[in-house]
């Protein structure tokens, strides 16, 4: 079996300064899942969903698409651009995350990530990092590695991936 999930932070959180929403809200799961022994998991954390931003210039292509899909991701990433705009700016303005969309992308071409082979545990008990994925970068725990983290993605190539998706007008009907 193999695992991707969307999830995790190495250097900065959604919910606390360290604690991404999806570990956060059931940590000791998320510990289990990931200590499981299920010798393919890949996470895909915040570090690597904030290096492939949709822009606004990238909505406007999605609506040129034509397509019902297009049209709506676009609003999608439109109203989730300005909520960011407004509460987290990130490095490039008029642009966000979309975090799950990238987790799906990597089913569909694990390229678009890059990944390494570390291992991560879930903090459970600490009072100011409870939800925390602790990832041993420098592998200094001893630990085996236990999951691919993606720490990278390919931000052209996701867009790509998105505007390839969305032009889809369906399947023929039967």
């Given at each position: 079996p193999e695992l991707i999930i969307m999830g995790g932070a190495n250097r900065y959180g959604n919910v606390t300064p360290r604690a991404e929403f999806n570990i956060w809200a059931d940590p000791e799961a998320a510990r289990v899942v990931l200590n499981s022994g299920v010798r393919k998991i890949t996470l895909v954390p915040l570090d690597a969903t904030h290096k492939a931003l949709v822009s606004l210039d990238d909505c406007a292509r999605l609506r040129a698409l034509g397509t019902p899909a297009g049209e709506a991701a676009a609003r999608f990433t439109e109203r989730r651009i300005q909520g960011y705009d407004t509460t987290?700016?990130?490095?490039?303005?008029?642009a966000a995350p979309v975090h799950d969309a990238l987790a799906v992308?990597?089913?569909v071409d694990r390229t678009v990530i890059t990944t390494r082979y570390l291992h991560v545990d879930v903090e459970t008990h600490g009072e100011l990092t409870v939800g925390e994925t602790v990832v041993d970068t420098n592998r200094r725990s001893g630990r085996d590695p236990n999951v691919h983290i993606a720490l990278d993605a390919d931000e052209p190539k996701f867009v790509a991936m998105l505007l390839e998706t969305f032009a889809r007008r369906g399947a023929p009907a039967r």
């Open positions: 987290q700016p990130m490095a490039r303005p008029h992308a990597a089913i």
